[in-house]
């Protein structure tokens, strides 16, 4: 099979660590080595390079590339501009369905925490072998939820499909939005719903046959990219074809509409790095612990997570279970349980015109 | 009259903007001018700048003579290091007792907030007459308390004298540290405890035959020295005899000892710029607002003071109530409340030995 890592995106919420040019994923979060530096590591475990991909976009492939020299010629694959991922997702279909039509393939973020990478891998194995059985499907990993996050969308379980060994298969019910507090309790205490995890398995002619029923905008403008392989061993397009596609997430344009879906309970300590508490969640040895990369000196203080960079000292006198994100141009301080609306910060500068900062 | 701006101190609860060889009393905290500008230009309101004397550290001393162009020669008094109050004082009296033996002065600190600088000079004036009758007395300048501070020492009220004019003229019952929550409520609901201001008018030589009497260390010191004009127009003492006095603060060393201390009641919107609270309730136009110098960017915050500098940018998600000062070097945050706080920081940095941060 094939794994493509999606590593075009932005990811606004780790404000101002993460940065338009200097997205997330290409910077040492949790510990020497990056976000998609993990994720090409975790995959390797199993799978040889040459068939891994990685999506990326024009401002962020050359540091990708320096980052994962194992990357193999012809495998890399560079948007214009980020898409989001449903553009991401179709363009790499095209180019395997042409390239290995019988392969399935796995799209991977490359902002994911996982504890238990064996595991995980596994998992991607039973789904290609799920494949050979139902293979117009789109085979999900859903996580078993730890506790009632209210940022990540569900997946409600149906029927549990009689295949073999330890994985339990269930059929999808139905995706459920990033739900209310409440709600995401009664999700937990149920038992039937998963997280949606984002990753997922499937064929890409199956991907591309399903894009055309289910998001013909998309596939309009699909029809009209032609993908050519350039001397440097990277995949390109031209920008004006792929500005003409929709800027729309795979869950939306195809995932929510398709009939069936497979979902692979998975219990695999997983955490989307999606939000400055995820970091914290992940980092932190023991609850209300201080976290810090840097040079932290803390007064009467704990739960916090601190970043700072160089000689910078950073120091807090009672101040509990806060982010603050240091760095040579901004400083975020917020509390922890405040993280997700770092998004509301970002929509904020640019309103007020503070592109600079991004 | 003289005066003498005590601008030697090193103000660690201003920490980081206040620094070991950049002290606050050299810092624009309030607006584009330095506290001690500001209190320099409050004297000048009604005084001539050769009866205005400055005394300061070596260290700071240039900085000093650079932001008051005014200063006349001769009227630098320079400590080789800072030794508290008490020595900067004692060394003031000995040379103003020999140069004008006739006249009181007042020591005034440079680092006090005053919103309302003409009934300050008012009271500095009436002390001055006081003194005509009183000359042994020492002379103090009490705040009419605005509320239960626990930071600053109180006076309580003895007698009230029969004095002309709007000023109410007390002795001093009793001078008390300062005081916990629930007394320092008690000494405001009382109405006969005022806020020791630390400023006071007294004769110089008065002032050296009270320290004979109630610090003999540091009168016998005293006697050992012997201040010196150099070509710069400074006076200079030897740094080993300088050394050899206590370092002490006035009011410990003398002033609690005394028995014939008048006090002033003054209702001019005093402040002492001791710590960032201070700073906050000095600046924010209405109570609870955010408070800024440099760039910031608040969202679902509130009550806020934010200092930074150059083009950085510092934000806030859901974040009340804090001081946020953010220097190249080092980064403090801290609830406003817990302010005061800042010298248990300062003992934690020099305990780990990080006094290159101080």
Redesign the interface.
């Known amino acids: 099979m094939k794994l493509l890592i999606l590593a075009g995106g932005a990811g606004t919420r780790l404000w ?1 660590l993460s940065r338009v040019n200097q997205p997330k994923q290409v910077q040492p979060f949790l510990d020497s080595v990056t976000l998609v530096q993990q994720t090409w590591r975790r995959l390797r475990r199993r799978f040889a390079a040459r068939d891994i991909f990685v999506s990326a976009t024009k401002a962020n492939a050359g540091l990708i590339k320096k980052q994962l020299p194992e990357l193999t010629s012809g495998n890399l694959i560079v948007e214009p501009v980020a898409r989001n991922t449903a553009p991401a997702i179709a363009l790499a279909a095209k180019i395997m369905a042409a390239a290995s039509p019988e392969e399935a393939m796995a799209a991977v973020n490359s902002d994911h925490f996982i504890k238990q990478p064996d595991i995980f891998l596994r998992l991607l194995i039973t789904a290609d072998k799920l494949l050979l059985k139902h293979s117009s499907s789109i085979v999900m990993i859903g996580i078993k939820p730890a506790y009632a996050e209210t940022g990540y969308g569900y997946i409600k379980l149906g029927r549990r499909l009689p295949f073999g060994g330890k994985t339990a298969v269930y059929q999808v019910d139905k995706f459920v939005e990033k739900p209310a507090p409440a709600r995401a309790a009664q999700y937990v205490a149920a038992g039937n719903y998963l997280w949606n995890s984002g990753i997922f398995v499937f064929r890409p002619q199956e991907m591309l046959n399903l894009i055309i029923r289910t998001a013909p905008n998309l596939a309009r403008g699909l029809k009209k990219i032609k993908p050519l392989l350039n001397k440097a061993g990277e995949w390109t397009v031209k920008q004006s074809a792929f500005l003409a596609l929709p800027s729309i997430s795979i869950d939306y344009a195809v995932m929510e509409k398709v009939k069936h879906c497979l979902v692979l309970k998975a219990d695999i300590g997983w955490t989307d790095v999606g939000h400055w508490r995820a970091v914290y969640d992940i980092l932190s040895p023991v609850p209300n612990s201080n976290v810090s990369r840097g040079n932290y ?1 803390a ?2 203080s704990t739960g916090n997570l601190v970043y ?1 960079s160089g ?9 509990n279970n ?1 982010v ?1 994100i ?1 760095t ?8 922890r ?2 993280a997700q ?2 998004k ?2 970002v929509e ?2 640019k309103k ?1 015109k ?1 592109h600079k ?1 991004l």
């Open positions: 101002p000196v007064v009467d700072t000689k910078k000292i950073v120091s807090t006198i009672g101040l806060c603050i240091d040579p141009q901004a400083l975020l301080v917020c509390p349980a405040r609306d770092v509301l910060l904020e500068l007020k503070l900062y």
